[in-house]
């Protein structure tokens, strides 16, 4: 059954420790994305790859860093500069190679902060 | 640069009655549009896409949507809606390579 798994699906962190989230597809998509969730604010693009061993930042990329190694995992890891990291965490992949491709997401990390 | 305003963050609905969630973007060039859905502590599953030809749009669940281009609009509605509808819907926006820029979401709510 293909598809992207994100693990776990809940996450409890003290300050001042790093977290990493997983993600693995099978879709054999060329594309991954990491997206924060925060109530009333949509969906803001963390990073993105393209290829293996390749990624941009997107649009909230301080405090997070990623790793391409393989195609079908884009783990994210929370670092300790990361101010606010309590939010809801979704993975997502797509065809990528060009415009209008739709991307698939997982079913996302609920990180806490205590 | 792109951006998407949903201009409802709450709707309120009765069920079997129809329901119209508005969506606008603003962008420089042609754009590809998106609306996905997301039921409690989940992910986010596709509704419908807009990306050439009609500008109607139909996609599962009974939804569909029409993309304006001269009033850069994109609204979702359905005709008769279900308490399963009961969901977070956002609209979303690419024109470049497979970045999604979303809206804020709209909290639809259905109620009997």
């Known amino acids: 059954d293909g598809g992207i798994t994100q693990s776990p699906k809940y996450l409890f962190r003290k300050e001042g420790q790093n977290v990493t989230l997983s993600c693995e597809q099978n879709l054999n998509h060329d594309a991954m994305y990491w997206y924060r969730q925060d109530p009333g604010q949509g969906l803001r693009l963390i990073y993105y790859?393209?290829?293996?061993?390749?990624?941009q930042k997107g649009d909230i990329a301080e405090g997070y860093s990623v790793s391409r190694e393989k195609k079908e995992s884009f783990p994210l890891t929370v670092t300790s500069a990361q101010k606010n990291p309590t939010a809801f965490y979704l993975c997502?992949?797509?065809?990528?190679?060009?415009?209008?491709?739709?991307?698939?997401f997982g079913q996302g990390t609920r990180l806490t902060v205590v | 640069a792109q951006s998407v305003t949903q201009l409802d963050s709450q709707v309120p609905v009765f069920e079997e009655a129809p329901v119209e969630l508005r969506c606008n973007y603003s962008?420089?060039?042609?754009?590809?549009l998106f609306w996905y859905v997301q039921y409690p502590n989940q992910g986010l599953q596709l509704l419908l896409k807009y990306l050439s030809g009609s500008t109607l749009v139909k996609g599962i669940n009974g939804f569909e949507a029409e993309f304006n281009k001269s009033q850069t609009s994109f609204h979702l509605r359905k005709p008769s809606v279900h308490i399963s509808d009961t969901a977070e819907y956002f609209c979303?926006?690419?024109?470049?390579?497979?970045?999604?820029?979303f809206g804020a979401g709209t909290q639809v709510v259905v109620t009997p």
């Open positions: 997502a992949s797509s065809i990528g190679g060009g415009t209008g491709t739709e991307a698939f």
């Open positions: 979303a926006v690419t024109h470049s390579w497979g970045k999604l820029q």
């Open positions: 790859s393209q290829i293996v061993n390749d990624f």
């Open positions: 962008s420089s060039v042609s754009v590809y």
